[in-house]
């Protein structure tokens, strides 16, 4: 097998074992078998176990987090409500998406080292989690703060991928649609859980004509 592909067979290995067993209680010797090959190459290609989890868990989980930030331009492009509506409903889908999908990578990364996991939320997430907040500036409700939006918004997708991993309940089963989902998050997300006063007034009079 070529050295590359060989490489990314390893890096593929050692993502399931790291995500099992993070970085302290992971053994070369099970990336090693989960990438049916010897210890010694492993160590051909990576000079140290620590070495590979930063290419095989820290690398790619900081571009799979780029990579889920949509551009302000594409909702200041939308004709009305409506098509905001459905912009968010699809970036939110594809958003939880990819959180779901990295999130054994992202608890690997954030709770297998302390010193690690903080040096990687406080450098490459918090600026990622800002800069969420920042794409929707001109787009929030005045007295919210950008930062706090972001925060939200990353906490709630992180909270539906824990829940999808270790749950299935709220957020449906692992392997379930997350359409439903992406509904309430962007309901929650656009106009908040509370009753609005109209919808208060409308229950009310409801009630007193039944």
Do not use: C, W
């Not at 890096?11 to 074992?17: G, Y």
């Not at 200041?76 to 990295?102: C, F, K, N, Y």
């Not at 450098?123 to 925060?151: K, M, Q, S, W, Y």
């Amino acid at each position: 097998m070529p050295a590359a592909e060989r490489r990314k067979q390893i890096i593929a290995a050692a993502q399931k074992v790291f995500a099992r067993s993070n970085l302290k209680g992971a053994r070369t010797r099970d990336i090693a078998r989960a990438a049916e090959v010897n210890q010694a190459t492993i160590f051909e290609h990576f000079p140290s176990k620590e070495s590979l989890f930063e290419e095989a868990v820290i690398k790619p989980l900081i571009e799979a987090m780029r990579g889920m930030h949509a551009r302000r331009e594409v909702y200041e492009s939308a004709t009305g409500p409506d098509e905001i509506a459905a912009l968010a409903r699809s970036s939110g889908e594809r958003h939880l998406a990819d959180m779901d999908r990295v999130f054994p990578l992202l608890a690997a990364a954030l709770f297998s080292d302390p010193d690690q996991g903080r040096d990687l939320y406080r450098e490459h997430i918090v600026p990622l989690v800002r800069a969420r907040g920042e794409i929707l500036n001109g787009l929030t409700r005045d007295g919210l703060d950008l930062d706090f939006v972001g925060l939200a918004i990353f906490g709630i997708q992180m909270a539906v991928a824990l829940d999808r991993h270790f749950e299935g309940g709220i957020a449906g089963e692992r392997n379930g649609d997350l359409t439903e989902v992406a509904e309430q998050f962007t309901r929650m997300a656009t106009g908040g859980f509370a009753r609005q006063k109209d919808e208060t007034d409308s229950d009310e009079a409801n009630d007193k004509a039944g």
